[in-house]
T-cell receptor, first 111, second 116 residues
Framework: RKEVEQDPGPFNVPEGATVAFNCTYSNSASQSFFWYRQDCRKEPKLLMSVYSSGNEDGRFTAQLNRASQYISLLIRDSKLSDSATYLCVVNPGTGFQKLVFGTGTRLLVSP | NAGVTQTPKFQVLKTGQSMTLQCAQDMNHEYMSWYRQDPGMGLRLIHYSVGAGITDQGEVPNGYNVSRSTTEDFPLRLLSAAPSQTSVYFC???????????????FGPGTRLTVT
């Protein structure tokens, strides 16, 4: 089992839709979790950190389920500009050098 | 602040050539890292540094060297380029504080390297 697993997608949704991605992780000792956004041919940028049960920022909500070892990202009222790849990143708690990056979920929002 | 800068943006090398990818950050971050990103794979850590003068190997260090003589700079050297090193390389910096531990990674714009 991979340490961090994501559905690669693509998820094709119309503008205004609500879409959710899941990310599962294998290390139950993982301490912190992040969602990064990566636009095509660009660097990843932090979207949200998830330190406890969840986090909300505007249209974006991240939730953590430690029992089932997954985190989710919910995007409400999708915009064309949300089209990107979303990377799930897990910190197993043994230092920043052990961050594990998922392969990403691609989202395409259409008019 | 410029954040994390990388040069060059693109590079084509022939097998066996050597080169240095430059990385600099102006945020006074203690941690710096080099990653490579390949299709279908997550970012993989090549080398990292927890402070000036201190470096260590990551997941895929073979064929690469690093040094960190200052807080700002963290160059990555390819010793003898191979086609398997064709990839996109990202430099990142970050910092740690209190109970939250390490904060987000700030990435540079990347270097697209092709080895023929």
């Amino acid at each position: 089992r991979k340490e961090v697993e994501q559905d690669p997608g693509p998820f094709n949704v119309p503008e205004g839709a609500t879409v959710a991605f899941n990310c599962t992780y294998s290390n139950s000792a993982s301490q912190s979790f992040f969602w990064y956004r990566q636009d095509c041919r660009k660097e990843p940028k932090l979207l949200m950190s998830v330190y406890s049960s969840g986090n909300e920022d505007g249209r974006f909500t991240a939730q953590l389920n430690r029992a089932s070892q997954y985190i989710s990202l919910l995007i409400r009222d999708s915009k064309l500009s949300d089209s990107a790849t979303y990377l799930c990143v897990v910190n197993p708690g043994t230092g920043f050098q052990k961050l594990v990056f998922g392969t990403g979920t691609r989202l395409l929002v259409s008019p | 602040n410029a954040g994390v800068t990388q040069t060059p943006k693109f590079q084509v090398l022939k097998t066996g050539q050597s080169m240095t990818l430059q990385c600099a950050q102006d945020m006074n971050h203690e941690y710096m890292s080099w990653y490579r990103q390949d299709p279908g794979m997550g970012l993989r850590l090549i080398h990292y540094s927890v402070g000036a003068g201190i470096t260590d190997q990551g997941e895929v260090p073979n064929g690469y060297n690093v040094s960190r003589s200052t807080t700002e700079d963290f160059p990555l050297r390819l010793l003898s380029a191979a086609p398997s090193q064709t990839s996109v390389y990202f430099c990142a910096s970050s910092y740690s504080s209190g109970w939250q531990g390490v904060h987000e990674q700030y990435f540079g714009p990347g270097t697209r390297l092709t080895v023929t």
